[in-house]
């Protein structure tokens, strides 16, 4: 159990179009969800947390109108990319912990945004 | 504050050879401790977790123990495959503000070769 679906796993835009990206929880209900960037060579960075029927909480840093989340039902986080460039190319994963005490996180496999 | 340091890496060692990758903390309280695997191209899985001091997570012949008087965690197997080699990253659960975040460590990449 608690398996997290990520898509896509990879997407291909052109700058300054807009991408999607979805988290799911497949078999719990998530409250909270995070997302996570991942840069070549180094650590995961924590982006913001998603918290189901309100708004999300944004690290420091991290531009709040550039990267949109959504997290619309307790099964289902979004993060838009809006406005892409060539920066925003990165490895992007979504986070989730079931609503149960002692259950660890589960990651999504994670999604591959090339910017062109 | 609260944050993981560990082995940064790359290391390349031969199959059967043995593996120690050091991770230290630093935290308020007594924080449950985690190793996480990633394969390429893959997200993230949990390896194995320690949720007090002294005791020790293992999984798939990786073993770690909560050393408190350390403030470490480090990830050992006695014997490498091919098929262990992936990027390990050490984390910690912190609480802040009332919500509960997971801190990484930077991660190691390990090469097994035949």
């Known amino acids: 159990g608690a398996v997290v679906s990520q898509h896509p796993s990879r997407v291909i835009c052109k700058s300054g179009t807009s991408v999607k990206i979805e988290c799911r929880s497949l078999?719990?209900?998530?409250?909270?969800m995070f997302w996570y960037r991942q840069f070549p060579k180094k650590s995961l960075m924590l982006m913001a947390t998603?918290?189901?029927?309100?708004?999300?909480?944004?690290e420091q840093g991290v531009e709040k109108d550039k990267f949109l989340i959504n997290h619309a039902s307790l099964t289902l986080s979004t993060l838009t990319v809006t406005s892409a460039h060539p920066e925003d190319s990165s490895f992007y994963i979504c986070?989730?912990?079931?609503?149960?005490?002692?259950?660890?996180?589960?990651f999504g496999s994670g999604t591959r945004l090339t910017v062109v | 504050g609260n944050s993981v340091t560990q082995m940064e890496g790359p290391v390349t060692l031969s199959e059967e050879a043995f593996l120690t990758i050091n991770c230290t903390y630093t935290?308020?309280?007594?924080?449950?401790l985690f190793w996480y695997v990633q394969y390429p191209g893959e997200g993230l899985q949990l390896l194995l977790k320690?949720?007090?001091?002294?005791d020790k997570g293992s999984n798939k012949g990786f073993e770690a123990t909560y050393r408190k008087e350390t403030t470490s965690f480090h990830l050992e197997k006695g014997s490498v495959q091919v098929s262990d080699s992936a990027v390990y990253f050490c984390?910690?659960?912190?609480?802040?503000?009332?919500?509960?975040?997971?801190?990484f460590g930077k991660g190691m990449k390990l090469t097994v070769n035949p």
């Open positions: 986070s989730a912990r079931p609503d149960r005490v002692n259950y660890g996180y589960t």
């Open positions: 998603s918290n189901e029927g309100s708004k999300a909480t944004y």
């Open positions: 984390a910690l659960i912190v609480t802040q503000g009332g919500s509960e975040k997971l801190v």
């Open positions: 320690a949720t007090k001091a002294d």
């Open positions: 935290a308020t309280g007594y924080p449950s």
């Open positions: 078999d719990f209900q998530a409250t909270t």
